[in-house]
């Protein structure tokens, strides 16, 4: 595995304007007012160590692909919501350009979806899981066994493909982008009629890949495939399908997926460092990491020196604890595989909730499958320190608010945004206002946002900049090579205001930095 | 003080959805809980202390998955219990050929393991009799041949589910019991009574 070390050396920007602080060195960001542009200056940047690998974006989350990206263009641009991201399709000739979608046996389940059925065709997106020899493993919307026969087009498709020594990547067809993601000995399929390009819907193949994975690592995957090439998967994966189906929804409703990073719970600096430092001293020899959450925000994590964890990993832990109950009574101890960091073998993972009744999970990863009484007594010494301390109190209290609103950053126009500093690989992001309170808002708002990332980081004319207006709001989103910053105005804002609201936010961000982010990491 | 002292290993097998996690939530927290059903991922651990006659003992029960994913690992769950409560789900028999494989299991890996088979729900087939799928009488004959106790249980309704972890606890009790006494061995009661005494030796 590559170890993406920070990248001191980045080109310095010289992007529209006052912002850059020219020459400034790294080490009086934290005095300096003024947000700096470049990586490792910007809010929320770590002030000496990193808690994660440094993921620049995509290519890192898949590593083995080779990189073609070409480094930001520079390019601006104010388009209508909506336009495609990619035009014109890849890897297919037009006669191709169909999916098939054969009719299914009737008697399927009753219970389950029709796979025949309008409802069924309309999801926005389905994914599709396969073994090479076109064995259904996972589906989104309707039974396996239901899909047979379609799973079995999809892997005639990638191997008609392939027997002319191309690959398949994607089909796009009438408002359908079909995805494939060949990771022997899977074959993983996306159908979406999303705004989302080619490559987003990759990366999000990518996380179903290695959610796969992480149940059961990539060797013992190997290993079964190599003694049984129509083996069933789905008797190893049984009773994870919540978990893939969890994780799809994320996929779809939650930032830190589309951003590859992970957002913190506000705390003041002074709290978080008492926190740390008691999970710091609550350390057994074969601990590597210990995470403790409250719900989907990060409160602190402290690791092994010189181990990082992905965000990824982070993201599939995340998921595991958010998508059971099963862990809110007692102490869970399960093996789970850590892929970005080794998909060779299991942690062992230790979960429990700190108290009855509480948000806050803590997650101990220990590399020995033995060690659950020894965790299990870490815990009960961080939390009898913890409780000491009033630090605690003050945790509870932030636990009431774990978001903030967005009138606080004082921009009127303003609805909503994400902030994600690059070298941290944190991000941070108010709670949704009043007219996205819905599910479907959120999707939708979501679903906008993907829509700028995937313009943003588009493979061959990625942009630095782009303005969009819509009919229930205008977006911006603006990248540097320090943050990615994405901002949702009201459909009466314009242009300049919006340009100029980026100033006052990054300001204001700086301003709260100690509380939205880890400035200070935490080792054993 | 760190995590809780425990006494006794007891360790939950059984195929997926038979009502393990039903079973120790109904004993450790008096409830059941309805709702989709949530696989236990990996295992879970939880203590409780039970007091029998003038004794308190904690059990540090194991709630294990019982996928196959993790089959291999199972080990690290049963080794050195005590007891292990078997479950099968009473209108299933294919569950009840899934408890005989951890039997097995258990024969071979884990002798000093005392075993309980626990044939649960039984809620569903006091509302339909014909939803019973697994013979009370074979159960009875296997129960005998290997030596177990044997329960049947509904969280939902509670029934049995306290007797058995008592069953549990009172035999784990005993034995250590017997064992101390032999170790001193100034227990007059013991010695007065020769085929205790034997049995004990055997
Ligand atoms: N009617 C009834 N349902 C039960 C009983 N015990 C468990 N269940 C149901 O069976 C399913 C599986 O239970 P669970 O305890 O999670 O099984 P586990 O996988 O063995 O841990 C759940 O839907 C429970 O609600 C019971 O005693 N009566
Ligand atoms: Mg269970």
Redesign the pocket.
């Known amino acids: 595995m590559a170890a993406d070390v920070h990248n001191k050396a980045v080109p310095w920007e010289t992007a529209n304007g006052s912002l850059a602080p020219v020459e400034r060195l790294r080490q009086d960001r934290c005095d300096s007012p003024t947000p700096g542009l470049v990586e490792g200056t910007e809010p929320g940047a770590g002030q000496d160590s990193h808690m994660f690998v440094h993921a620049q974006s995509f290519e890192d989350l898949t590593a083995d692909g080779d990189d073609t990206r070409a480094e930001a263009a520079g390019s601006e641009n104010t388009s209508r919501l909506g336009e495609p991201a990619d035009e014109g399709a890849q890897g297919l000739p037009s006669e191709e350009e169909q999916v098939e979608e054969k009719e299914s046996h009737p008697g399927s389940r009753a219970k389950e979806e029709d796979v025949t059925s309008e409802a069924w065709r309309r999801h926005r997106k389905h994914v599709f899981v396969l073994s090479e020899a076109g064995k259904p493993i996972y589906s989104r919307y309707g039974t396996e066994e239901a899909l047979s026969s379609t799973m079995g087009v999809m892997m005639a498709l990638v191997s008609f493909v392939e027997a002319e020594k191309n690959i398949i990547r994607s089909i796009h067809a009438d408002g359908y982008k079909v995805v494939f993601l060949r990771k022997s000995p899977l074959v993983l399929v996306g159908v979406a009629q999303t705004l989302q390009s080619e490559r987003d819907l990759s990366r999000e193949l990518h996380y179903i890949y290695y959610q796969i994975i992480s149940l059961l690592t990539l060797t013992q995957l190997n290993h079964i495939f190599q003694h049984k090439q129509n083996y069933d998967l789905r008797r190893l994966l049984a009773?994870s399908e919540h978990l893939t189906d969890n994780l799809l929804k994320l996929l779809d409703r939650d930032p830190g997926l589309l951003l590859s990073a992970v957002t913190c719970l506000p705390l003041s600096s002074s709290v978080r460092d008492v926190i740390s430092s008691s999970l710091q001293a609550a350390k057994a020899k074969n601990l590597v990491f210990s995470i403790l959450l409250a719900g989907s925000h990060l409160v602190t994590l402290v690791r092994k020196k010189d181990q990082y964890l992905h965000h990824m990993d982070l993201h599939l832990l995340f998921n595991l604890v958010g998508s059971s109950s099963s862990f809110r009574e007692g102490e869970g101890w399960t093996p789970i595989c850590l892929p970005k960091f080794n998909t060779a073998g299991f942690f062992h993972a230790h979960i429990s909730y700190l108290e009855p009744g509480t948000d806050l999970c803590l997650i101990l990863v220990s590399t020995d499958r033995e060690d659950f009484f020894n965790l299990s007594d870490c815990k009960h010494r961080f939390l009898e320190r913890l409780r000491r301390r009033t630090a605690y109190q003050a945790l509870q209290e932030a636990l009431k608010n774990p978001s903030y609103s967005v009138s606080q950053v004082g921009i009127p126009e303003l609805r909503h945004f994400l902030y994600k500093s690059k070298s941290s690989g944190l991000y941070t992001s108010p709670e949704f206002p009043v007219p996205y309170q819905s599910e479907e808002e959120q999707e939708r708002i979501m679903e906008l946002y993907q829509y700028l990332h995937s313009r943003i980081h588009h493979p061959t004319r990625p942009l630095r900049f782009i303005y969009c207006c819509g009919e229930s709001e205008n977006l911006l989103a603006w990248v540097t090579s320090g943050f990615e910053l994405y901002l949702c105005f009201s459909p009466l804002g314009t242009k300049a205001l919006a340009v100029s609201a980026i100033n006052k936010l990054l300001k204001w961000i700086r301003k709260e930095e100690d509380r939205l982010f880890i400035l200070s990491p935490q080792t054993y | 003080m760190s995590g809780p002292r425990v006494d006794a290993k007891v360790v939950?097998l059984?195929?997926?959805?038979?009502?393990?996690?039903?079973?120790?939530?109904?004993y450790v927290h008096q409830r059941?809980?309805?709702?989709?059903?949530?696989?236990?991922i990996g295992a879970a651990f939880v203590a409780k202390s039970v007091q029998v006659r003038d004794k308190v003992v904690t059990l540090g029960i194991w709630?294990t998955?019982?996928s196959e994913r993790y089959e291999a690992m199972s080990r690290i769950y049963y080794r050195g219990a005590k007891a292990a409560i078997v479950?099968y789900?009473l209108t299933d028999s294919s569950s009840f050929l899934r408890a005989k494989f951890w039997v097995k299991e258990l024969q071979n890996c884990e002798e000093h393991c005392k075993i309980y088979l626990c044939g649960?729900?039984?809620?569903?087939i006091e509302a339909d009799r014909s939803a019973r799928q697994v013979d009370y009488h074979d159960v009875q004959d296997f129960a005998d041949e290997i030596k177990a106790q044997y329960f049947e249980?509904?969280?939902?309704?509670g029934r049995s589910v306290e007797d058995l972890f008592r069953k549990v606890a009172a035999d784990y009790i005993s034995t250590t019991f017997e064992v101390m006494s032999e170790e001193r061995g100034v227990n007059l009661e013991q010695k007065k009574d020769p085929f205790f005494y034997s049995c004990c030796h055997n």
Do not use: I
């Open positions: 009773g | 939950m059984g195929k997926e959805s038979v009502g393990k996690t039903s079973l120790v939530e109904r059941f809980l309805v709702g989709p059903y949530q696989n236990t709630d998955a019982g479950c789900d649960t729900k039984t809620d569903l249980t509904s969280s939902k309704t």
